[in-house]
């Protein structure tokens, strides 16, 4: 025997990973061979915080700091780091503080509307040039004539129910419902002509008042306001479910 003593180490070590940037902790292997500099490569990949921008801090498997991974010529085994020690990577780029994400810290360019009105570069002024959206005289007239058509024809559809009335509510998307005309009219909530239909199962929002106002009677979940012309009224009779039977 000479005396000498062999020191046998693993070649790779097992370690757990956290940050500044997530609250998530990794565990990853990595080689004792690489660089501090190499090292922090590696976590780049692993936590998104750029290589140049972070600080690493050893903690011992019990989380007690230990040192600062510093040196960025060292080799990753030359400091005290065994399996399950944490590793914790702090972004030095602003991101865990949501520098690059809270909108209210971007400095914003604002204009008075005269100044833009005046702007030949600007959206306003491509969508007059191209006479496009409001700008468009034609479009705007024969959207306008549409819609008091179609108010037109909810008044006329409208006037032909009455409370009272069986019903078959067909609103697209929806499954077509049965119920009982309770209210015909205008409403505090929107604009228009509308109809308050109880419904013969709860497929309905409500129990005939909305906001504060009662507009008719019914249980909960039975009440619905639809648009007269997704009202059809005739005799639809309120079907037996066998709710009754043995």
């Known amino acids: 025997m000479d005396g000498t003593v062999t020191v046998i180490s693993n070649p790779t070590v097992s370690v757990r990973v956290t940050s500044t940037v997530s609250s998530f902790e990794i565990n990853r292997r990595f080689n004792r061979g690489v660089t501090i ?21 050893l903690f011992s498997a019990s989380d007690k700091f230990l040192q600062k991974l510093d040196n960025n010529e060292a080799l990753l ?48 002024s491509f969508k007059k040039n191209m006479k496009l959206g409001r700008f468009n005289e034609e479009s705007r007239v024969k959207q306008e004539e549409a819609l008091a058509k179609k108010e037109e024809e909810e008044k006329a559809a409208a006037e032909a129910i009455a409370a009272g009335n069986r019903c078959k509510v067909e609103v697209p998307g929806q499954p077509t419902k049965i119920g009982t005309v309770m209210f015909v009219g205008t409403v505090d909530f929107k604009p228009g002509h509308w109809v308050g239909v109880k419904y013969d199962e709860p497929l309905g929002k409500h129990d005939g008042s909305v906001n504060g106002k009662r507009y008719f009677e019914c249980e909960p979940k039975y009440g619905a306001f639809v648009k007269p012309l997704s009202v059809t009224v005739g005799d639809f009779p309120e079907e037996d479910y066998g709710l009754d039977e043995m």
Do not use: N, W
């Open 77 to 124: 085994g030359s400091y005290h780091v065994d399996d399950d020690c944490r590793i914790h990577v702090t972004d030095r780029s602003g991101a865990q503080s949501g520098e690059f994400t809270d909108l209210s810290k971007v400095e914003k360019f604002e204009i008075s509307d005269d100044a833009y009105e005046k702007r030949a570069d600007s959206i306003r």
């Open 37 to 57: 500099a190499e090292f922090k490569s590696k976590l780049e990949m692993i936590v998104g915080t750029p290589a140049a921008c972070m600080d690493l801090d």
